[in-house]
């Protein structure tokens, strides 16, 4: 396993401006999460994907984050009209449908919103 | 709804000391889950243990071990003759049976292991 990647490591954006986030799960693990977090707190769930099919949302995920998993393998999270309050941590996990409570963090992407 | 605790934020022990991080957590459903995850300064969460809600056997792993009490919502975590990589902050979280994959995350507890 080569493990769970996220690209871009680091985003620094204006306020306003799109920006788009890719996770890579490990390989042949169905499951897919997304997890915001913040400077001192513990990650927060936003939203889960079993194959391409997202099925459950936080309401942490407002109408400007948008997440899709087209073909059960790599997701993008993408937030529109960033706000400075969505700078933080963004954490990719994964989990195989065998052992689906345990869940294997990527490196995250540090989103920075000037 | 679900909750974890973790009311010690900070901890600086000396190298060799034996330190237990403390975690509760609160949960409506009988079937659930527990973890606790390492992260250290470079970020990356790393998985260290799950129990589930019907196995209260506490575990051992070489210095670390926990210590799961039902009657106390307790899941604690001990880690003996501590050692300065042991540095990192540390999460306890819980996921019970409601809802999909969702796991819920105390606020952490940062240790610090001074040489």
């Known amino acids: 396993d080569t493990g769970v990647s996220q690209d871009p490591r680091h985003k620094i954006t204006k306020r306003g401006q799109n920006v788009t986030f890719r996770c890579d799960p490990i390989?042949?693990?169905?499951?897919l999460y997304w997890y915001r977090q913040t400077l001192g707190q513990g990650p927060e769930f936003l939203t889960y994907f079993q194959n391409e099919a997202q099925l459950e949302k936080s309401r942490l995920l407002s109408d400007r984050f948008s997440a899709e998993r087209p073909k059960g393998s790599f997701s993008t999270l993408e937030i529109q009209r960033t706000e400075q309050g969505d700078s933080a941590m963004y954490l990719c996990?994964?989990?195989?449908?065998?052992?689906?409570?345990?869940?294997?963090f990527g490196p995250g992407t540090r989103l920075t919103v000037t | 709804a679900q909750k974890v605790t973790q009311a010690q934020t900070e901890i600086s022990v000396v190298e060799k000391e034996d330190v237990t991080l403390d975690c509760v957590y609160e949960?409506?459903?009988?079937?659930?889950?527990l973890f606790w995850y390492k992260q250290p300064p470079s970020g990356e969460l790393v998985f260290l243990i799950r129990r589930n809600s019907f196995d209260e056997q506490n575990e051992i792993s070489g210095r670390y071990s926990w210590n799961f009490q039902k009657s106390t919502s307790s899941f604690n975590f001990t880690i003996t003759a501590s050692q300065v990589v042991d540095s990192a902050v540390y999460f306890c979280?819980?996921?019970?049976?409601?809802?999909?994959?969702?796991?819920?995350f105390g606020i952490g507890t940062k240790l610090q292991v001074i040489p």
């Open positions: 979280a819980l996921r019970d049976s409601g809802g999909y994959q969702k796991v819920t």
């Open positions: 996990a994964s989990s195989p449908s065998t052992r689906a409570y345990e869940q294997y």
């Open positions: 949960t409506r459903d009988t079937t659930y889950y």
């Open positions: 390989s042949e693990h169905n499951r």
